[in-house]
């Protein structure tokens, strides 16, 4: 069966590290995001792709990157970890245009940054 | 600006009852999506319905109704014979049209099911 997936599942990192969040996703999208989740702010886009090669910013990018170098995974690297991005990370994938509505969300990363 | 507002940020319900979460949303595209999803204390992300804004029947899946009222900008979801089961976070979203399919979420509900 096709699936997402994100590793870690739980990160611990200190301030000023550099820290990469893995997606995979096995659905074949040409479309993936990534989302961070807060108390009293539910999800809010961070970056997502269209396609390789294409990255975009999203609501909170500031501090985070991405790179698309095939269809199946899109990485999440926060660049210089700080506190405020101690979060809930989910990345996610989906192709309204191929007619299917959901957007598949993978398990989520819980990250504390110290 | 696409904007989604989840105006409760708890409720009860008692088990076997009904119960409606509210979502209205903002937008001035003519073409959009509404989605419900809901988060159990696991953490995942559930997708349970979806209904198109062409759409002129409201969407229904199982227990879950969409309540679609369009001049209103509300897309509340109607949970039928409550379970404990369905206690969890429940979160309204939008995407817009040629928005590539990302995902503009409220604030979330938490519902709380009484046995």
């Known amino acids: 069966d096709a699936e997402i997936t994100q590793s870690p599942r739980h990160k611990i990192t200190e301030t000023g590290r550099q820290v990469t969040l893995a997606c995979h996703q096995t659905w074949n999208h040409n479309n993936m995001f990534w989302y961070r989740q807060d108390l009293g702010h539910g999800l809010r886009l961070i970056h997502y792709?269209?396609?390789?090669?294409?990255?975009n910013k999203g609501e909170v990018s500031d501090g985070y990157s991405v790179s698309r170098s095939n269809t199946e995974d899109l990485p999440l690297t926060l660049e210089s970890a700080a506190s405020s991005q101690t979060s809930v990370y989910f990345c996610?994938?989906?192709?309204?245009?191929?007619?299917?509505?959901?957007?598949?969300f993978g398990p989520g990363t819980r990250l504390t940054v110290l | 600006a696409q904007k989604i507002t989840q105006t409760q940020p708890g409720m009860f319900v008692q088990e076997k009852e009904a119960v409606t979460l509210d979502c209205t949303y903002d937008t001035s595209d003519q073409s959009y999506g509404l989605f419900w999803y809901k988060q159990p204390s696991s953490g995942e992300m559930i997708f349970l319905i979806y209904q198109g804004s062409y759409d002129e029947q409201n969407a229904t899946e199982g227990r879950y109704s969409l309540n679609f009222q369009k001049a209103r900008k509300s897309a509340n979801l109607v949970i039928s014979a409550s379970q404990l089961g369905d206690s969890a976070m429940y979160f309204c979203?939008?995407?817009?049209?040629?928005?590539?399919?990302?995902?503009?979420f409220g604030q979330g509900t938490e519902l709380s099911v009484k046995p």
């Open positions: 792709s269209y396609g390789v090669q294409d990255t």
């Open positions: 996610a994938s989906g192709d309204p245009g191929q007619g299917v509505n959901e957007q598949f």
């Open positions: 979203a939008m995407r817009g049209n040629n928005q590539g399919g990302k995902l503009i």
